[in-house]
C-alpha cells in the first residue's frame, strides 16, 4: 500500500544493540569530577541511606573535598581520546557495527555522565529500532549497577508513546564464552610478562557487605567468575574486593589489604586482573596499576602487573559477539 504524499517519512525497521557501561566525568577537572560525583553518589541504588540524611553529607563534605583528589586520579589516566571507559566502550561499540548484519545498530550510552543511555535509546528509536537489547557490560549482577542501568533504561521508556520492543542482557558471570575469553587473556597477559607470579589475584570492584546481607547476588558472582576462571587456568586465584568508600563494612578481602599482606607470606611477584570490568578505566589503571602497585612495592614486593581487562581484544569482542548474538534470537532474520 502507498503512503499518502504527505505521510511523515517511517525509518526502515531495525533492530538495536545498546552497550552500557558505568560513566565517567567529560573531564580530568574538579567541576566535571563534581558534576559526575554528584550524579553517581545521587542514586538511591548506589547508596541506599536516605536522601534527608544523605545529601547533606555528600553536598557538604564529599563534593567540596572528593572532586579535586578524584580529578587527580583520572588525569593521571586519561588519554587523547579521552576517558579510558567511554573509549574503550565506543570502540567495542565500533567494532560490533557489522557482526549481526546491516540492519542491526549498534550503540553506546553511558548510566552516568554522557552520552546518556535515555539520549541514545531515543536515538535509536528514531533510527528505525522497534526491538532494543539493552547490555549493561557487567558481568556480574549488582543493584548497584546492572539495576539501575535498567531503570534509566525504562525511565526513557516511559516518557515514550510508542516503545520499542526491550530486551535486558542478564549477568554473564559463568558463560562459558565470558570464561573462555578471560582464561585466553589472561594466558596471554601472563606469557607477556617478564616474570612469572607467584601469586594472581581477581579483584572485583567492591560492594557494601549490607547488599549481600540484603540478598544481592553480586559476591555470589564473583566468587563463581572466580572458581570457574581458576579451572579453567588450572591455577589458584585469590579473591578480593577493591573501591571502599565510607565507614561501612565492605565485603572482604580488602584487595589494597591483600596486596600490602602479600610480600611478608612469601608472595614477592604478583599479577592482578580485574574480571568484573569489561574494559580499563581508573579503577584498574590508577587504582591498581599504580596505587596497587605502589602499595605492594613498599610492603616488599619485587615484581607487579596489572593484566587489562577485556576491553576490544580478541577474546573479549568475540565473546561479546557470542552473548549478545544470544539475546538477539529470534529478532535477527536468520535466527
Not at 138 to 164: E, G, K, S, V
Not at 313 to 335: N, Y
Amino acid at each position: 500500500m502507498n503512503r499518502p504524499a504527505d505521510h511523515p517519512p517511517i525509518p526502515a525497521p531495525r533492530i538495536g544493540v545498546l552497550l552500557i557501561n558505568l560513566g565517567t566525568p567529560d573531564a580530568p577537572e574538579p567541576k566535571a569530577v563534581k558534576r559526575y560525583l554528584a550524579e553517581f553518589l545521587s542514586d538511591r541504588r548506589v547508596v541506599e541511606i536516605p536522601p534527608i540524611a544523605w545529601q547533606p553529607i555528600l553536598r557538604g563534605i564529599i563534593l567540596t573535598t572528593r572532586p579535586k583528589k578524584s580529578a587527580h586520579a583520572y588525569a593521571q589516566v586519561w588519554g587523547e581520546d579521552g576517558s579510558p571507559l567511554a573509549a574503550i566502550t565506543r570502540a567495542q561499540a565500533g567494532g560490533l557495527k557489522d557482526a549481526f548484519g546491516p540492519d542491526v545498530l549498534v550503540d553506546w550510552a553511558m548510566r552516568y555522565g554522557s552520552p546518556a543511555i535515555g539520549d541514545r535509546l531515543r536515538a535509536m528509536k528514531e533510527a528505525g529500532c522497534e526491538r532494543i537489547l539493552f547490555a549493561p557490560l557487567y558481568p556480574q549482577y549488582c543493584a548497584a549497577t546492572t539495576a539501575t542501568a535498567n531503570d534509566a533504561a525504562f525511565a526513557a521508556l516511559a516518557d515514550m508513546r510508542w516503545q520499542p520492543a526491550i530486551r535486558t542482557l542478564p549477568p554473564y558471570y559463568d558463560h562459558p564464552a565470558y570464561i573462555e575469553a578471560l582464561r585466553a587473556s589472561v594466558e596471554a597477559g601472563l606469557a607477556a610478562l617478564d616474570f612469572t607470579p607467584d601469586t594472581i589475584v581477581a579483584s572485583f570492584h567492591g560492594m557494601p557487605q549490607r547488599t549481600l546481607e540484603l540478598g544481592d547476588p553480586y559476591h555470589c558472582h564473583c566468587r563463581k567468575t572466580a572458581r570457574l576462571l581458576s579451572e579453567a587456568l588450572g591455577r589458584e586465584l585469590v579473591v578480593a574486593f577493591q573501591s571502599r568508600f565510607g565507614r561501612a563494612k565492605w565485603l572482604e578481602p580488602a584487595t589494597d589489604k591483600v596486596l600490602a599482606a602479600l610480600p611478608g607470606k612469601g608472595g614477592k611477584r604478583v599479577a592482578v586482573l580485574t574480571p568484573g570490568f569489561s574494559a580499563d578505566c581508573v579503577e584498574t589503571l590508577e587504582e591498581i596499576a599504580l596505587r596497587g602497585r605502589e602499595t605492594f612495592m613498599e610492603a616488599g614486593g619485587t615484581d607487579f602487573a596489572c593484566l587489562p581487562c577485556l576491553n576490544t581484544s580478541a577474546p573479549g569482542m568475540e565473546m561479546l559477539r557470542k552473548i549478545l548474538a544470544q539475546e538477539l534470537a529470534g529478532w535477527l532474520p536468520d535466527a
